[in-house]
């Protein structure tokens, strides 16, 4: 009699749309260095903010899980997600046949060329104009990469930092000659504020995909096919409902997915 009563009230709690949940709500550890506007940056009030953190929080409503966002320097971003300290990393990771021995990336949410900024009257024509010159680049990015291999061996000085900011600091002081990183990250956070007066693009856009890859994606561990299959439906719904431009429009006034 008992079981009949407790079956009872559950058939009259589903059909009234108060039927108990048989499965918790899922968290998504994400991974962000929160130190590269405008992509990911610190508010006033110490809240993240940016184009990755948002993406990242449509992408977590449209699988219908939790985002936890886990914040960590960007070098430590793949060991921390080998170790699982987290589930996925979504912090401008460009993709590179070297990332790709430790991790598996979806597809890529937006894609941008790497620059040099420099002195408004400095010149850039080839790695040997670079001789002598100390260029700073952030530590253990795809940028530090390209300057190490090809800026090192013709006499430049490569400087390490663990933020991007810490560089523009740096250039400013005069303890740098010049700085690499994408070209977006270098107009948004730097030339166009008042500390980047004086200072200007210098040479080419930068886009060898041996270095700088195919664009830019989210990282989930090897052989972790269950997050990557959700995170590319997620972000093809949200690129095919409007969604996406909507998140882009808040931060550029261009196409950041590319063609």
């Given at each position: ?23 918790a ?12 506007p405008?992509f ?6 110490g ?8 993406i ?14 886990v914040e ?23 993709v ?31 790695p ?67 500390q ?35 995170l ?27 063609d």
């Amino acid at each position: 009699m008992r079981k009949s009563v407790v079956f009872a009230a559950v058939a009259l709690l589903a059909q009234s749309g108060f039927a108990p949940s048989t499965q918790a709500e899922e968290t998504l550890r994400l991974g962000i260095e929160a130190a590269y506007p405008p992509f990911a940056t610190k508010a006033p009030d110490g809240s993240i903010v940016g184009f990755d953190y948002d993406i990242g929080n449509a992408l977590c409503a449209e699988m219908k899980v939790k985002c936890q966002w886990v914040e960590q320097e960007f070098d430590g971003l793949i060991p921390a997600l080998k170790v699982r300290k987290i589930d996925v990393i979504l912090s401008s990771l460009s993709v590179t046949d070297e990332r790709k021995r430790s991790v598996d990336f979806t597809n890529r949410y937006y894609r941008i060329p790497a620059r040099l900024v420099m002195k408004s009257d400095a010149s850039y024509s080839g790695p040997e104009s670079l001789k002598a010159k100390r260029i700073g680049v952030q530590r253990a990015t795809n940028f530090d990469r390209y300057v190490t291999a090809n800026f090192e061996p013709a006499g430049a000085t490569i400087v390490r930092y663990a933020s991007q900011s810490e560089a523009f600091l740096d250039l400013v002081s005069g303890r740098l000659d010049a700085t690499m990183a994408s070209s977006v990250t270098l107009d948004e956070g730097f030339l166009k504020t008042e500390q980047g007066k004086g200072f200007a693009f210098v040479g080419p856009t930068f886009t060898q995909e041996q270095y700088f890859g195919t664009g830019v994606a989210i990282a989930v561990r090897k052989g972790d096919g269950r997050h990557l299959d959700m995170l590319n439906n997620a972000i093809a719904a949200l690129r095919a409902d409007g969604r996406y431009d909507a998140i882009q429009k808040k931060y550029f006034d261009f196409n950041i997915y590319g063609d």
